[in-house]
């Protein structure tokens, strides 16, 4: 059942937070694209390889869908705005999805602790925070968390707050 989503500590204010990675109140293209650099480094990933070129063009699509009056900026209003509609399924899960295809260096559509918790870091997230979510992805415990299991989870988080992703965002 969705719970109610409001104050400072909702997903939504966390998301944008982690997404603002100044603090100055917007996400910028460049704030946001910088993202795809950061885990395609942090996995050692070729700049030019496709996965990282076809993830480029993946967050391009969502920071233009998030940029409602587009002016290069996504303030917290166009971002509560967007992600309220049904923007996950249209334009996040592509998104999340090729970073994900970026750790998953065999690319057999699974992640292990390492891979995921080096995802996870460079998107953001307290390595604490990643360990218990991989944790709370992998309820099979064989060591590795699916890449549907973990487009879910954030969805889940996204959209009711309630969701094994929510620890990655330091809720609980
Ligand atoms: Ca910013
Ligand atoms: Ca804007
Ligand atoms: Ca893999």
Redesign the pocket.
């Known amino acids: 059942m969705p719970v109610a989503i409001s104050g400072s500590d909702s997903p939504q204010h966390r998301i944008f937070a982690m997404l603002d990675v100044d603090g100055d109140g ?1 996400i910028t293209r460049t704030e946001y694209l910088a993202r795809v650099d950061r885990v395609a480094s942090a996995m050692g990933r070729d700049p030019h390889h496709p996965v990282v070129a076809a993830s480029r063009a993946a967050h391009e699509v969502v920071f233009q869908d998030m ?9 917290f209003e ?1 971002y509560r705005t967007w992600v309220g509609h049904d923007a996950f399924e249209r334009s996040c899960r592509p998104a999340l999805g090729s970073l994900f295809d970026i750790a998953d260096t065999d690319a057999d559509g699974l992640l292990n602790r390492d891979e995921f918790t080096r995802l996870r870091t460079a998107a953001g997230n307290a390595a604490t925070d990643a360990d218990a979510a991989f944790d709370a992805l992998d309820a099979d415990r064989d060591g590795l968390v699916d890449r549907d299991a973990y487009l879910t989870g954030i969805r889940d988080f996204v959209t009711t707050g309630s969701s094994p992703m929510a620890a990655a965002y330091g809720a609980r």
């Open positions: 917007a940029d409602a009056d587009h002016n290069g900026r996504v303030t166009e």
